[in-house]
């Protein structure tokens, strides 16, 4: 019986050279549209896929796969004697090699301009049809939808038509493939009806590397990013120079890019050590911005991730050498900046866009079993939305100090205080059982510059002793949540001590 390939692929990446090698193994090659037309020019004797079921595509090639002579021809068990009986007596060749990618998709939705009809277009049928069949009868037919695996599969089929194990790992990608394809699919839709908690939540994910371990030694890691990420994201990030991210690096990157995103509107750096940002700092130029981080707390930057929201010029590149950091991310390096820092071997530099992606709008988080799904924290606080509450409002500076505290308190782990003051943190409470003990954390790490320093809580005060200590400390204005039932004894105890207090009527926890 004469072996046989149907070869059908939008991605004719090293497809001829992987054709060649099949008919020279013997395999006859049918195909199908522009697939088609690539062999026939490179020379090689393909068949039309009408030929073999005798029937002309129809519907604009929505239709041309979808035949029994094809899906006979792969679902056919070999060892199946009424299995050949039947292919027999129709006279259907079984199909032994499949090699097929899908409409583009994912390419297609990612158009900034992309039309639902586009979109729709691009939704491949006959494809994972066929796919799906072949990889079923994986014990008979060898499946491909990854140029990458092109050499592999002809060194496995030349030797004696290749063995199952292989064939059964091609299926298993197939079926992986397929997945990632339906969930894109399944995402557009929920997206374009606008479902806001669909009875199933599907999520895909390709890897873009394996990691040396996770958290810690003994844990196995890899990282993935989704499919069609765009904007300001790690998984987007181009590395320039150093060693390979650890799980602890990506996490912590995450973290301090998702703080600097927080300041569109003029120079900012933010450092950052277990998640939590040790310093921030904003300035007339990134130099200036980066110096206040690095001054609000330059023992705890010490192996740090620092991340800057504009290009790292000459200046700053000379300040960021002096200091050990495993990571530094900006949008950009100039080229005196990347002469300076690639001379330190192991400094990772990541280059990402600033722009937020506004179509992430869902954040996951695991639990045994299960996964907690929420809309981000993209909660915004300004100058015409906070409530004064005291006798004393807050001059215009202190607003200002009020707002880039609480920008930078929504990124502290709960209870979370941030102390603030010329556009500078000087002191940070994170991760506390009690807002009391992650104030004084705060108070004590700032010392004597909390006297006239600003406080942000992410959450509100239950009692008014932060308040109490807030003014022992020399706190001139504090802005917070509000909604405790005590909320008029804060308010009190600051109109005591003349401090001017804000409400946000938005907490941020986070956990």
Same mark, same amino acid.
């Given at each position: 019986?004469?072996?046989?390939?149907?070869?059908?692929?939008?991605?004719? @990446?090293?497809?001829?050279?992987?054709?060649?090698?099949?008919?020279?193994?013997?395999?006859?090659?049918?195909? %199908?549209?522009?697939?088609?037309?690539?062999?026939?020019?490179?020379?090689?004797?393909?068949?039309?896929?009408?030929?073999?079921?005798?029937?002309?595509?129809?519907?604009?090639?929505?239709?041309?796969?979808?035949?029994?002579?094809?899906?006979?021809?792969?679902?056919?068990?070999?060892?199946?004697?009424?299995?050949?009986?039947?292919?027999?007596?129709?006279?259907?060749?079984?199909?032994?090699? $499949?090699?097929?990618?899908?409409?583009?998709?994912?390419?297609?939705?990612?158009?900034?301009?992309?039309?639902?009809?586009?979109?729709?277009?691009?939704?491949?049928?006959?494809?994972? %049809?066929?796919?799906?069949?072949?990889?079923?009868?994986?014990?008979?037919?060898?499946? $491909?939808?990854?140029?990458?695996?092109?050499?592999?599969?002809?060194?496995?089929?030349?030797?004696?038509?290749? %063995?199952?194990?292989?064939?059964?790992?091609?299926?298993?990608?197939?079926?992986?493939?397929? &997945?990632?394809?339906?969930?894109?699919?399944?995402?557009?839709?929920?997206?374009?009806?606008?479902?806001?908690?669909?009875? @199933?939540? %599907?999520?895909?994910?390709?890897?873009?590397?394996?990691?040396?371990?996770?958290?810690?030694?003994?844990?196995?890691?890899?990282?993935?990013?989704?499919?069609?990420?765009?904007?300001?994201?790690?998984?987007?990030?181009?590395?320039?120079?150093?060693?390979?991210?650890?799980?602890?690096?990506?996490?912590?990157?995450?973290?301090?890019?998702?703080?600097?995103?927080?300041?569109?509107?003029?120079?900012? &750096?933010?450092?950052?050590?277990?998640?939590?940002?040790?310093?921030?700092?904003?300035?007339?130029?990134?130099?200036?911005?980066?110096?206040?981080?690095?001054?609000?707390?330059?023992?705890?930057?010490?192996?740090?991730?620092?991340?800057?929201?504009?290009?790292?010029?000459?200046?700053?590149?000379?300040?960021?050498?002096?200091?050990?950091?495993?990571?530094?991310?900006?949008?950009?390096?100039?080229?005196?900046?990347?002469?300076?820092?690639?001379?330190?071997?192991?400094?990772?530099?990541?280059?990402?866009?600033?722009?937020?992606?506004?179509?992430?709008?869902?954040?996951?988080?695991?639990?045994?079993?299960?996964?907690?799904?929420?809309?981000?924290?993209?909660?915004?606080?300004?100058?015409?939305?906070?409530?004064?509450?005291?006798?004393? &409002?807050?001059?215009?500076?202190?607003?200002?100090?009020?707002?880039?505290?609480?920008?930078?308190?929504?990124?502290?782990?709960?209870?979370?205080?941030?102390?603030?003051?010329?556009?500078?943190?000087?002191?940070?409470?994170?991760?506390?059982?009690?807002? $009391?003990?992650?104030?004084?954390?705060?108070?004590?790490?700032?010392?004597?510059?909390?006297?006239?320093?600003?406080?942000?809580?992410?959450?509100?005060?239950?009692?008014?002793?932060?308040?109490?200590?807030?003014?022992?400390?020399?706190?001139?204005?504090?802005?917070?949540?509000?909604?405790?039932?005590?909320?008029?004894?804060?308010?009190?105890?600051?109109?005591?001590?003349?401090?001017?207090?804000?409400?946000?009527?938005?907490?941020?926890?986070?956990?």
């Amino acid at each position: 019986m004469k072996k046989r390939a149907l070869l059908s692929v939008s991605d004719k @990446t090293n497809l001829v050279p992987f054709a060649e090698g099949l008919e020279k193994l013997g395999y006859e090659l049918i195909s %199908t549209g522009g697939t088609l037309k690539t062999l026939k020019e490179a020379g090689l004797n393909a068949l039309p896929v009408s030929a073999i079921t005798n029937f002309e595509e129809i519907l604009d090639g929505r239709v041309k796969t979808l035949h029994p002579y094809i899906h006979a021809g792969l679902l056919a068990r070999r060892d199946e004697a009424s299995h050949i009986e039947q292919l027999n007596e129709r006279d259907i060749t079984p199909i032994d090699v $499949v090699v097929v990618n899908l409409y583009p998709f994912k390419e297609t939705i990612a158009k900034p301009d992309v039309t639902e009809e586009d979109a729709i277009e691009n939704i491949d049928i006959g494809g994972p %049809t066929m796919l799906r069949a072949a990889s079923k009868n994986f014990r008979d037919v060898t499946v $491909v939808v990854d140029p990458e695996d092109y050499d592999a599969t002809l060194t496995n089929l030349a030797d004696n038509g290749g %063995t199952v194990a292989f064939r059964k790992t091609l299926a298993a990608k197939v079926f992986r493939h397929t &997945a990632n394809y339906d969930a894109m699919i399944a995402n557009y839709f929920v997206e374009i009806t606008g479902e806001e908690d669909p009875e @199933t939540f %599907t999520q895909t994910f390709e890897k873009v590397q394996s990691l040396r371990y996770g958290e810690n030694p003994h844990q196995h890691a890899a990282f993935y990013k989704e499919g069609n990420v765009k904007g300001a994201s790690i998984a987007n990030a181009k590395q320039l120079h150093g060693k390979e991210l650890s799980y602890n690096n990506i996490q912590d990157a995450n973290a301090a890019l998702e703080i600097v995103l927080e300041f569109n509107d003029q120079p900012a &750096a933010v450092a950052v050590k277990h998640m939590n940002p040790c310093g921030v700092g904003i300035g007339e130029t990134i130099e200036q911005a980066f110096q206040k981080a690095y001054d609000a707390d330059p023992v705890s930057i010490f192996g740090g991730i620092v991340a800057l929201n504009e290009e790292v010029d000459e200046a700053t590149a000379n300040t960021l050498k002096d200091i050990f950091l495993e990571i530094v991310i900006a949008p950009s390096f100039s080229s005196k900046a990347l002469e300076i820092l690639t001379v330190k071997p192991n400094i990772r530099l990541l280059e990402t866009p600033m722009e937020i992606n506004t179509n992430d709008t869902k954040k996951v988080v695991s639990v045994i079993g299960g996964l907690l799904v929420q809309d981000r924290d993209n909660g915004v606080v300004t100058a015409d939305s906070v409530e004064v509450v005291t006798e004393r &409002a807050p001059s215009e500076e202190e607003l200002k100090e009020l707002l880039f505290a609480w920008k930078v308190v929504k990124h502290v782990k709960s209870n979370a205080i941030v102390v603030a003051k010329d556009n500078q943190t000087i002191g940070v409470g994170a991760g506390q059982m009690n807002r $009391v003990g992650a104030a004084n954390i705060a108070f004590e790490q700032a010392g004597d510059k909390t006297i006239g320093a600003v406080l942000a809580s992410d959450a509100f005060f239950p009692m008014p002793d932060t308040v109490e200590n807030a003014a022992k400390a020399g706190i001139k204005a504090i802005i917070q949540p509000g909604g405790s039932k005590r909320d008029q004894d804060s308010i009190d105890e600051c109109n005591k001590h003349g401090i001017a207090m804000v409400l946000t009527n938005m907490r941020h926890f986070k956990h």
